[in-house]
């Protein structure tokens, strides 16, 4: 959000003032001159006369000029709302690094916060429940450990799993199959597939035991098929059959109205940090953009822009997970997996449908 005050003129600045819009804030300070005091944009306190009021890039410069920061607003200490996303950020930190679960109250009290707010903001900045946070935390530890030949047993006690009647089904849960099938390279995995075309060209969805793992747009089917084989090299591949046709049906519904509801369900796999950036993506509203900064901001994660790029070109399920809708920070379309052309057909498509 940062672009909307970036060469702000002063009058654009004056409104955030009157507005006490909090999205200023950093972005700029403002000085009265006749209390010698400098704000954030979003001080609370009452309003002085615009004519009594200077505008600084930042409150180092209002200083210089010999303001004093405001005691209520605080201009010269880090934004609030920076420093919760540092919350989240250091609880994120906890969860990766521990090796037992954490309980929401012990983690919230860790990063000083009532458990309410905490599951709020958490859930707010990551995208995720701190609980599913765990989760995903606990599955990549799985699948990293088995993928170092760790035995199974092993693998599925150090990932952070309580032993109990349930111990293995969580992990297979997890996997998609046994932790014995993962280590052997899954390759009992089977994964059905249909090809076709509709308005966006060409299509490939793929479905596993747990859901629709793939959506790939192209141009040519052989193409399509050769990149699914690549994504699930273990996999057994077949064609669907009529009953899975009758899905399709609906992804291809889907994939040409993206405003419509989506209630299949998916086989999303991918790191801890993958479905974290691919849940932010799903929260972007149809029709609506946001840039890679953005996102790694909304994770707790500002300075991860370039793996959120990342994770956006890993995505699987075009449309479903609608990295389609982010842009580069300037709002240039830069690249899609399946085709800058596309990406700004979809996006077309997307704002004609929100006019219907
Ligand atoms: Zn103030």
Not at 95 to 124: C, D, G, N, W, Y
């Amino acid at each position: 959000m940062k672009q909307i005050f970036d060469n702000a003129t002063h009058e654009d600045r004056w409104q955030a003032v009157e507005t006490r819009d909090n999205r200023a804030d950093g972005q700029f300070v403002f000085a009265v001159k006749t209390t010698g005091i400098c704000c954030r944009p979003s001080c609370s306190a009452r309003h002085p006369l615009r004519k009594n009021v200077l505008f600084f890039d930042d409150v180092a410069a209002a200083v210089e000029a010999g303001f004093r920061p405001c005691k209520r607003c605080q201009p010269d200490k880090q934004a609030p709302e920076q420093q919760r996303i540092d919350r989240i950020t250091q609880a994120c930190r906890i969860l990766e690094t521990s090796s037992e679960p954490i309980v929401l109250a012990e983690l919230a009290a860790q990063v000083a916060m009532s458990p309410f707010h905490f599951h709020r903001l958490f859930k707010q900045v990551t995208g995720l429940t701190p609980h599913a946070f765990q989760k995903a935390v606990r599955a990549k530890r799985l699948r990293e450990q088995l993928t170092q030949g760790e035995a199974v047993t092993r693998a599925v006690f150090d990932a952070g799993y309580q032993s109990g009647s349930n111990y293995y089904q969580q992990a297979d849960a997890v996997l998609g199959m046994t932790a014995k099938q993962y280590q052997q390279g899954g390759e009992r995995t089977a994964i059905a597939y249909v090809t076709g075309t509709c308005r966006l060209g060409q299509f490939l969805v793929a479905q596993s035991q747990r859901g629709i793992c793939a959506i790939l747009l192209g141009s040519d089917a052989q193409a399509l098929r050769a990149e699914l084989e690549t994504l699930f090299p273990h996999s057994t591949l077949t064609v669907g059959d009529t009953q899975f046709a009758g899905q399709v049906t609906q992804v291809v519904s889907f994939l040409e109205h993206p405003a419509q509801q989506f209630s299949l369900p998916l086989d999303i796999q991918g790191t801890a940090f993958q479905q974290q950036v691919w849940q932010a993506l799903r929260e972007i509203p149809v029709g609506q953009t946001a840039s890679y900064r953005d996102i790694a901001q909304r994770i707790g994660k500002p300075q991860a822009v370039r793996a959120v790029a990342g994770a956006c070109a890993a995505n699987k399920l075009a449309v479903i997970i609608p990295c389609h809708r982010v842009v580069r920070h300037d709002g240039a379309l830069s690249g899609y997996r399946w085709g800058v052309a596309r990406k700004r057909q979809l996006l077309e498509i997307e704002a004609k449908q929100l006019e219907e």
